[in-house]
């Protein structure tokens, strides 16, 4: 992508990181609620799949060919990543992971897909060979320890054989999608590396699930949504442009200032937000072990941000010439 022309040299700000990858996590978050509220229409989970890529994709395509096209152009040696991120980090999440929750329950499967920032360390320490601090480990237990009480895993130990791959290939793409994003934030404009890879990754989900199969007519009914009843429409554009477009943008951005190692942990207040949201919209309630488990989260991941409290080095620049 011709980005030498457009970018300055970035600054490092593991703070402004911080502030991405959460708000990220928070739009990620809203997707849970508002996709189930459109799937109790009677759409299927590769249906709504299909919609909020789609519709992801067709937004950032035209805004940014309308307000700064220049940052869509790739060089040809570019275009693997880009590929590589579009199929994993877009497409097979989303489908591997609602594969999952077809024949799991929701919180093994989110357990499963949120194993990514252990997989992201392992890469970093016996790959990359670099050196993660004692705390941060710490710190990613914990994590994981809060987020299976979030998830209440232990209310079903009978776990299906292919929702478990499922799970754990779910887990592999999301962990892909850290690295790669990484490695693309320090050579694409992150506007355009996320169009591209929307473009791509809903081309992928297409070959799943058409747009021509797509229930319309369950798309124009109402559905319950807290105290409202709102078009499912309605959930869909909400879904497609906060909890996709939105989401992933903030989250490539912020691999521009954190180490994929800190910004996968941090992501794992997503589950919070969901959890929350499905309480407060959708009526499901929060048990106090879910609570403490959000506490015990939260710490987890702090101790991430504080094992990193050397200089940040997430990726190269961007080059000057």
Request: hydrophobic content about 55%; some cysteine.
């Amino acid at each position: 992508m011709a980005v030498t022309t457009e970018l300055e040299k970035p600054v490092t700000h593991r703070g402004r990181g911080t502030v991405y990858i959460l708000l990220a996590s928070a739009a990620f978050g809203s997707s849970g609620p508002l996709a189930k509220a459109a799937m109790q229409s009677g759409m299927t989970p590769q249906q709504v799949a299909s919609v909020r890529a789609g519709l992801a994709a067709l937004v950032l395509l035209v805004g940014v060919a309308l307000i700064k096209p220049s940052i869509l152009r790739v060089r040809k040696d570019q275009w693997r990543l880009l590929i590589a991120y579009g199929l994993l980090g877009v497409a097979l999440v989303q489908l591997l992971f609602f594969f999952a929750v077809s024949r799991l329950p929701v919180g093994i499967a989110m357990l499963l897909e949120y194993t990514s920032p252990v997989l992201v360390a392992f890469w970093v320490r016996f790959v990359r060979r670099v050196h993660l601090p004692v705390l941060s480990w710490i710190g990613t237990g914990l994590a994981f320890t809060g987020l299976a009480l979030v998830a209440q895993v232990w209310k079903s130990l009978d776990l299906d054989g292919l929702g478990l791959l499922a799970g754990i290939g779910a887990a592999l793409c999301s962990a892909a999608y850290y690295l790669l994003g990484e490695k693309g934030a320090s050579e694409h404009h992150p506007i355009g590396m996320v169009t591209w890879g929307m473009v791509i990754g809903a081309a992928g989900i297409f070959v799943v699930s058409p747009p021509w199969e797509i229930d319309f007519a369950a798309a124009a009914t109402d559905q319950p949504f807290g105290e409202w009843r709102v078009p499912v429409w309605s959930l869909l554009i909400a879904v497609a442009l906060i909890s996709t477009a939105l989401a992933y943008a903030l989250s490539i951005s912020s691999l521009r200032h954190l180490p994929s190692t800190v910004a996968s942990v941090l992501a794992l207040s997503e589950p919070i937000v969901a959890t929350l949201l499905a309480w407060l919209m959708l009526g499901e309630t929060l048990t106090p072990v879910q609570i403490t488990g959000m506490a015990v989260l939260l710490s987890g991941a702090a101790l991430v941000q504080v094992a990193a409290h050397g200089p940040v080095t997430p990726a190269d620049p961007l080059p000057t010439d």
